[in-house]
């Protein structure tokens, strides 16, 4: 699989091409967002592949990376979308993604975004509370529509992960209680005209290394299709929801591969087998085949301590302060070696620090992080007057695109006209 490796020279390398010449390609200052979208696409087809002749759908979480680029490259793979905003929902179908492929998960959709939604005829809109099947039905009965829709379930299921990302738990904002589903059942039984009940999901969390928690959550969803079925639904699918985790650097996870196969023999052991599956990977899509460079700006001394400032900060990739989350940052053109620098960026917070890195000695002049490909550009913000990083689109070994940043003087000007 193409993606991220080393040369024998130890280069850093993004589909066999060196990042070093990559980033003169695409004539970008750092810091720069670089993906390859053969990775991209090869890693959906590898699990569209791994459910066989089960119907399914790959719904790639558009949340994780919103570029176009990286949305078409998943939908001419195989796969569809999950979107949680009308933003997100048009992106996805400017991609080319079909709306039988599409879901839209939400706990606060707004009615423009619910009107939008129906009137592309997405697959489901997932229901995330009873309050809001009224709401929703009011909003298909204006379009003068029967809007397809699922019932998210909270499955009360803990995993390991943090707090942040761990949205299957009882005190989570997301899904509908167990002991909340009779009045679900008889609320959306209220508006039979206006809502077709479609299917049953979950979602538990994010960063799975193992399919343990993600099918305890999936057979919650079974039981409630195998009671509904029983009373006269007809299903069309279950969606398991995503979190599959990526391999950041601590070890081998569980491949999305093996969690398919997992989700298939669940289904058809709980006799379901008949109805589609649904998935919602984003991270294990993407995460691995994205890098930030930045370039070193100094070396700085104090007391024991070594710091290597880097000119990319927080608000390029926000994971670091936000979830404690560490990224491998390495040399761009030579191997990983000690002495080990604290590596630093430039945004005026104490958070804004990517932990303890083996650089060398001397510092090189850039360095890759690793693993951006999700959560990295998407969660960028301007903080501290710092406009959003350039992403550079590879293909074959070679640039097809850039999306560049607007300057500092464009910022500033928004900032003067606001």
């Known amino acids: 699989m193409p993606g991220f490796d080393r040369s024998a020279q130890g280069h850093a390398q993004l589909g066999g091409t060196p990042l070093s010449k990559l980033l003169a390609e695409s004539k970008q200052a750092t810091p720069v967002f670089l993906y390859d979208l053969d990775a991209i696409a090869a890693s959906t087809r590898a699990l569209v592949l791994a459910f ?19 949305v078409r490259a998943v939908v001419e793979a195989g796969g569809g979308a999950d979107t949680v905003s009308g933003g997100e929902l048009a992106v996805a179908l400017g991609a080319g993604a079909p709306p039988d492929r599409i879901v839209m998960s939400g706990v606060a959709k707004l009615d ?18 009873v309050e809001e099947i009224a709401r929703v039905a009011a909003r298909a009965k204006a379009a003068g529509k029967r809007a397809r829709v699922s019932v998210r379930v909270n499955p009360d299921v803990n995993i390991d992960s943090h707090a942040h990302i761990a949205t299957g738990h009882d ?3 997301f899904g509908i209680v167990r002991s909340d589903l009779g009045a679900t059942w008889d609320t959306l039984a209220a508006h039979a005209a206006e809502l077709e009940l479609a299917g049953v999901s979950t979602h538990v969390g994010s960063m799975l290394a193992t399919v343990g928690p993600y099918i305890e959550s999936a057979q919650v969803v079974c039981d409630i299709a195998r009671d509904w079925r029983a009373r ?6 279950l969606d398991f929801g995503g979190g599959f985790g990526i391999d950041y650097g601590k070890g081998p996870v569980t491949p999305p591969a093996d969690f398919a196969k997992a989700s298939c023999a669940l289904a058809e052991k709980a ?3 008949d109805l589609c599956l649904i998935v919602e990977p984003g991270r294990a899509l993407v995460a691995s085949h994205g890098v930030l460079i930045a370039r070193v700006v100094q070396e700085k001394r104090s007391s024991a301590r070594r710091f290597c400032l880097v000119d990319a900060g927080m608000n390029d990739l ?7 989350a560490r990224h491998r940052v390495e040399p761009l053109d030579r191997a990983p070696s000690p002495p080990a620098a604290q ?9 804004d620090d990517f932990g303890l890195h083996e650089l060398g000695d001397p510092l090189p002049e850039l360095v890759v992080i690793r693993d951006v490909g999700a959560y990295g550009f998407t969660m960028g913000s301007a903080y501290n007057g710092r406009p959003l990083a350039t992403e550079v689109f590879v293909r074959g070994g070679k640039v097809v695109h850039v999306s560049a940043a607007r300057s500092v003087d464009a910022w500033v000007q928004s900032r003067l006209d606001a």
């Not at 423009?112 to 509370?129: F, K, N, P």
């Not at 590596?343 to 958070?351: H, K, L, M, N, T």
């Open 52 to 70: 066989g002749a089960t119907r399914h759908v790959v719904a790639y979480a558009v949340k994780a990376n919103t570029a176009g680029s990286v």
């Open 343 to 351: 590596v630093v960026g430039p945004v005026c917070e104490s958070a």
């Open 171 to 173: 005190e989570a904002k």
């Open 232 to 237: 006269g639904a007809k299903l069309d699918f």
């Open 271 to 273: 006799g379901h087998g």
């Open 112 to 129: 423009w975004e619910l009107d939008r939604a129906i009137a592309a005829g997405i697959r489901a809109i997932q229901l995330e509370s």
């Open 318 to 324: 926000i994971r670091p302060a936000l979830y404690q």
